[in-house]
């Protein structure tokens, strides 16, 4: 029994740090500090591209991208929380563009 507490404990734990960092990461996309927003293609994972970001909000004191041109045909692309993604459905195949880290 005194095992079977341990591990119950520590998958709990393991639960609980796991949640605490999902808080933490916050859904909405950040307008990186140099200005530079790199996207990737989730269907084509191997390609990062520049986007150029059309419009911001400031929110709890962060610079937050609410508007990013589509890197294939230039289109108004809006954040979606649900794919924690920008989407483009205006060329063609619908495409799934995550915000990617500048290095
Ligand atoms: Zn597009």
């Not at 307008?31 to 709890?60: C, F, I, R, W, Y």
């Amino acid at each position: 029994m005194g095992r079977r507490q341990t591990m119950m404990e520590k998958y709990k734990q393991q639960m609980k740090a796991y949640r605490k960092k999902r808080m933490q990461l916050d859904n909405t996309p950040f307008l990186p500090p140099d200005g530079n927003v790199h996207v990737m293609d989730s269907l084509d994972a191997t390609k990062k591209v520049k986007a150029e970001v059309l419009k911001t909000v400031t929110k709890q004191h962060r610079e937050i991208i609410t508007s990013l041109a589509c890197p294939i045909c230039t289109n108004p692309m809006s954040w979606d929380s649900k794919w924690e993604a920008f989407i483009c459905v205006k060329h063609g195949k619908k495409a799934i563009y995550e915000i990617v880290d500048n290095d």
